[in-house]
């Protein structure tokens, strides 16, 4: 069975300061993905992440993939409170089709 | 552009009741997906399509049933809806391809009393 395992499940954090938030996974994949959720709203697509040693940056965040460690980070710089949301990292076993998502970060950035 | 669509946004029903989740997107993209998200379980993949005719069985299938007639449509229908199906209810769309990010509906928030 494949798992998708994110941690922390929830960040308080204050604004400036920096993070990460990981995402084990179990299978041999070399497709990550991350999402931003807002309450109430649907999902966002962050970033694709598509070989080893890929390397996103968008803002404050940056994501990265290590496929020999089955690991993604999702590091965030200098964080502000549009930040806050919930961040959920998803593992693509077949070509853009079949989506298997961590539990999600809950992201709280604090004045 | 529209992107996808879901209807209705908020559904009640009684358990046992049947009904039926629409889901469309304007992209003309080949793939559709179902899922469910639940609280603290991230989202599921409940079945999916790689095109028009074409249906399969993702992580939680059960008690759920899917077509796809045309390209742009993919409902989800619920024969006998049960308390464990309450939940929040998203469809996604995409072209084929390592390189293609999925698009997400607005979501059906469904409660089964």
């Known amino acids: 069975e494949l798992k998708v395992e994110q941690n922390p499940l929830f960040l308080s954090m204050q604004e400036g300061k920096n993070y990460t938030i990981y995402c084990n996974y179990s299978?041999?994949?070399?497709?990550l993905y991350w999402y931003r959720q807002d309450p109430g709203k649907s999902l966002e697509s962050l970033f694709v992440?598509?070989?080893?040693?890929a390397v996103k940056q968008e803002g404050r965040l940056m994501a990265s993939l290590d496929t020999k460690a089955r690991l993604s980070t999702l590091h965030i710089t200098a964080a502000v409170h549009d930040l806050s949301a919930t961040y959920f990292c998803a593992v693509d076993i077949s070509s853009g089709n079949q989506f298997y998502f961590g539990t999600g970060t809950s992201l709280t950035v604090i004045p | 552009n529209a992107g996808v669509t879901q209807t209705p946004k908020f559904q009640v029903l009684k358990t046992g009741q049947s009904m039926t989740l629409q889901c469309a997107q304007d992209m003309n993209h080949e793939y559709m997906s179902w899922y469910r998200q639940d609280p603290g379980m991230g989202l599921r993949l409940i079945h999916y399509s790689v095109g028009a005719g074409i249906t399969d069985q993702g992580e939680v299938p059960n008690g759920y049933n899917v077509s796809r007639s045309t390209t742009e449509d993919f409902p989800l229908r619920l024969l006998s809806a049960a308390p464990s199906q309450t939940s929040v209810y998203f469809c996604a769309s995409s072209y084929p391809g390592t390189h293609q990010r999925a698009f997400f509906g607005q979501g059906t928030r469904l409660t089964v009393v």
């Open positions: 299978t041999t994949s070399d497709r």
């Open positions: 992440l598509l070989s080893n040693g």
